[in-house]
């Protein structure tokens, strides 16, 4: 048996050699995600709502040039970010991804703390979503009661979950696939608009060139301004895009799975999100009130002015508005369905390192987490009905609360990878036991950081800056950190946490029983066989 053939059987056999005790305590977990499921996770992380909507709003705050600077930063620090993720994760493929190596790499506390901010900001993303999906429905059903659909959503989510992660990565797997083809439709149909082939009238490099144009702005103090708080609207459009690493757990061959997803992420990202964008800034001129629009209005009247739509319409495409509408109905769902199983496996994960009841960590049969399931459902609930019945004061506040999480979340994993690496090195482990290695590191963490704190800067601006001058904004933007920060320090006092010794990181609990260092020359071995048009389809919609 060849070394390639060891690797794979070895993967889908799931020979785990420490975690006995563990399934024997809690229950196994399925590795049932195939590697073209954790590719289209990692393309339906970065294409959400954000792209089909806020995108109009950043070429008109920062003119079609700065908002493709915006996201061209705000996607660099994305495709860092995932890669310093997925190093960790192709090594170590654990359910409760940067959460567990946030525990065992720098400290418990911190482990704690992004299990509570992480699990708590995707509770609450559930009840946007299905409140969202609602809404949405709202636009062909006007007289529909909003909390009618959303419930039943809930109730749809909840038994999708309960089918097991092969449901879940199945009809992520389309969803995405969705998305991935409006967006090559959008592009293709925008090139064809741009140039005068259809819609009957050339615009070219027209709309770059108006007044105002390429960057928004009187003077380079404020393009340059306009471009870097526009980079606020891009990374809340990346948001999800770090669940890769969360799938690494139930993934059925990580080391091969991971690095491949990851590879295509940022050329994935420059395809759809840039050229997306740069359609957008050629054919609609910036100081169209439409783009503007499609950030402010409510998600129900959303797909009449969306830059998608509007670019459909000057196509002369009938149903722009309705087809729009569809889309945004299934990135909804599809954030829904993520929020159940990112929630649900972090608690899962905590369940079963001690940071929450243990019965958290239990699954079932189909290696479903049920009471995680159970409890990520009624606070959800409670929040969905605190949104419907107490005029959207608390659930705002909620909302706040997880407002910074997703942020120092992505911090954070840049402060790990570090640490993970410093480990690595002090216990004298060489480099090719890394199934993947994360390009341009250390730099890429420090530069993440960089970016990072930056745009916490450009919010707190943005607020303090705002016009009339809003307390209550100030707060609403800054209250998610210190309670992020209390609940590390609260666990640190109370269990007497210290910062965990290079050599004495565990590097090997939960560690796969296969060959090291095999995936990267068996997948180029792979590759290599793969006629060209296939991997350009591939590369597009993995299949």
Same mark, same amino acid.
């Given at each position: 048996?060849?070394?390639?053939?060891?690797?794979?059987?070895?993967?889908?056999?799931?020979?785990?050699?420490?975690?006995?005790?563990?399934?024997?305590?809690?229950?196994?977990?399925?590795?049932?995600?195939?590697?073209?499921?954790?590719?289209?996770?990692?393309?339906?992380?970065?294409?959400?709502?954000?792209?089909?909507?806020?995108?109009?709003?950043? &070429?008109?705050?920062? !003119?079609? *040039?700065?908002?493709?600077?915006?996201?061209?930063? #705000?996607? @660099?620090? =994305?495709? $860092? +970010?995932?890669?310093?993720?997925?190093?960790?994760?192709?090594?170590?493929?654990?359910?409760?991804?940067?959460?567990?190596?946030?525990?065992?790499?720098?400290?418990?506390?911190?482990?704690?703390?992004?299990?509570?901010?992480?699990?708590?900001?995707?509770?609450?993303?559930?009840?946007?979503?299905?409140?969202?999906?609602?809404?949405?429905?709202?636009?062909?059903?006007?007289?529909?009661?909003?909390?009618?659909?959303?419930?039943?959503?809930?109730?749809?989510?909840?038994?999708?979950?309960?089918?097991? &992660?092969?449901?879940? !990565?199945? *009809?992520?797997?389309?969803?995405?696939?969705?998305? #991935?083809? @409006?967006? =090559?439709? $959008? +592009?293709?149909?925008?090139?064809?608009?741009?140039?005068?082939?259809?819609?009957?009238?050339?615009?070219?490099?027209?709309?770059?060139?108006?007044?105002?144009?390429?960057?928004?702005?009187?003077?380079?103090?404020?393009?340059?301004?306009?471009?870097?708080?526009?980079?606020?609207?891009?990374?809340?459009?990346?948001?999800?895009?770090?669940?890769?690493?969360?799938?690494?757990?139930?993934?059925?061959?990580?080391?091969?799975?991971?690095?491949?997803?990851?590879?295509?992420?940022?050329?994935?990202?420059?395809?759809?999100?840039?050229?997306? *964008?740069?359609?957008?800034?050629?054919?609609?001129?910036?100081?169209?009130?439409?783009?503007?629009?499609?950030?402010?209005?409510?998600?129900?009247?959303?797909?009449?002015?969306?830059?998608?739509?509007?670019?459909?319409?000057?196509?002369?495409?009938?149903?722009?508005?309705?087809?729009?509408?569809?889309?945004?109905?299934?990135?909804?769902?599809?954030?829904?369905?993520?929020?159940?199983?990112?929630?649900?496996?972090?608690?899962?994960?905590?369940?079963?390192?001690?940071?929450?009841?243990?019965?958290?960590?239990?699954?079932?049969?189909?290696?479903?987490?049920?009471?995680?399931?159970?409890?990520?459902?009624?606070?959800?609930?409670?929040?969905?009905?605190?949104?419907?019945?107490?005029?959207?004061?608390?659930?705002?506040?909620?909302?706040?609360?997880?407002?910074?999480?997703?942020?120092?979340?992505?911090?954070?994993?840049?402060?790990?990878?570090?640490?993970?690496?410093?480990?690595?090195?002090?216990?004298?482990?060489?480099?090719?036991?890394?199934?993947?290695?994360?390009?341009?590191?250390?730099?890429?963490?420090?530069?993440?950081?960089?970016?990072?704190?930056?745009?916490?800067?450009?919010?707190?601006?943005?607020?303090?800056?705002?016009?009339?001058?809003?307390?209550?904004?100030?707060?609403?933007?800054?209250?998610?950190?210190?309670?992020?920060?209390?609940?590390?320090?609260?666990?640190?006092?109370?269990?007497?946490?210290?910062?965990?010794?290079?050599?004495?990181?565990?590097?090997?609990?939960?560690?796969?029983?296969?060959?090291?260092?095999?995936?990267?020359?068996?997948?180029?071995?792979?590759?290599?066989?793969?006629?060209?048009?296939?991997?350009?389809?591939?590369?597009?919609?993995?299949?």
């Amino acid at each position: 048996m060849s070394k390639e053939e060891y690797y794979d059987e070895g993967a889908h056999a799931q020979v785990y050699h420490d975690n006995a005790a563990e399934e024997q305590e809690f229950g196994a977990v399925k590795r049932d995600l195939k590697s073209r499921h954790l590719q289209m996770i990692a393309i339906g992380g970065t294409i959400g709502t954000g792209i089909f909507l806020s995108s109009g709003g950043s &070429v008109a705050s920062a !003119g079609p *040039l700065g908002a493709l600077i915006s996201y061209t930063i #705000v996607g @660099t620090m =994305v495709f $860092f +970010i995932v890669t310093s993720l997925g190093e960790m994760a192709a090594y170590l493929p654990l359910p409760g991804a940067f959460t567990t190596f946030g525990a065992r790499f720098v400290d418990p506390a911190l482990g704690f703390g992004l299990g509570i901010g992480y699990a708590f900001q995707w509770i609450i993303t559930v009840t946007i979503e299905v409140t969202a999906a609602g809404m949405i429905l709202q636009y062909w059903w006007p007289d529909l009661k909003m909390w009618i659909p959303a419930l039943v959503f809930i109730v749809i989510l909840v038994a999708i979950t309960l089918l097991g &992660v092969k449901a879940f !990565g199945e *009809l992520e797997y389309w969803f995405a696939m969705i998305k #991935v083809l @409006t967006c =090559v439709v $959008f +592009i293709i149909v925008g090139i064809l608009v741009d140039v005068g082939a259809t819609g009957g009238d050339y615009i070219g490099g027209r709309n770059w060139h108006i007044e105002g144009a390429p960057i928004v702005g009187d003077t380079a103090k404020d393009k340059t301004v306009n471009i870097f708080t526009t980079c606020v609207w891009a990374f809340f459009s990346f948001g999800g895009t770090e669940l890769i690493g969360i799938t690494a757990g139930e993934s059925a061959n990580p080391a091969k799975a991971i690095p491949r997803a990851i590879r295509h992420t940022f050329w994935r990202i420059l395809l759809f999100y840039i050229l997306s *964008l740069m359609i957008i800034g050629l054919v609609i001129p910036w100081t169209d009130p439409s783009l503007l629009d499609s950030v402010m209005a409510d998600v129900n009247t959303a797909a009449t002015v969306a830059p998608f739509t509007t670019v459909f319409k000057m196509a002369k495409l009938p149903g722009a508005d309705h087809a729009i509408n569809a889309v945004l109905l299934t990135a909804v769902l599809s954030a829904g369905q993520s929020s159940f199983y990112a929630s649900t496996r972090t608690l899962m994960a905590m369940g079963r390192e001690g940071k929450m009841p243990a019965i958290f960590g239990r699954v079932n049969s189909r290696g479903v987490p049920l009471y995680s399931l159970a409890f990520v459902t009624l606070i959800a609930c409670v929040a969905f009905v605190c949104d419907i019945f107490g005029e959207g004061v608390v659930f705002t506040w909620l909302v706040n609360l997880t407002g910074m999480s997703a942020l120092l979340t992505w911090m954070s994993i840049s402060i790990i990878h570090l640490r993970f690496r410093a480990a690595f090195k002090a216990q004298g482990r060489p480099l090719s036991e890394l199934p993947y290695i994360a390009p341009l590191f250390p730099y890429s963490c420090y530069i993440s950081i960089a970016l990072a704190l930056m745009i916490v800067f450009l919010q707190g601006y943005q607020a303090v800056t705002a016009d009339p001058f809003d307390a209550v904004g100030i707060v609403a933007v800054f209250v998610g950190a210190p309670v992020f920060f209390l609940t590390i320090i609260g666990w640190k006092v109370y269990h007497k946490t210290k910062l965990v010794p290079l050599l004495e990181v565990d590097l090997d609990s939960g560690r796969p029983n296969i060959i090291q260092g095999i995936s990267q020359r068996a997948d180029a071995t792979e590759e290599a066989k793969i006629p060209i048009w296939r991997k350009v389809l591939n590369f597009v919609a993995p299949v």
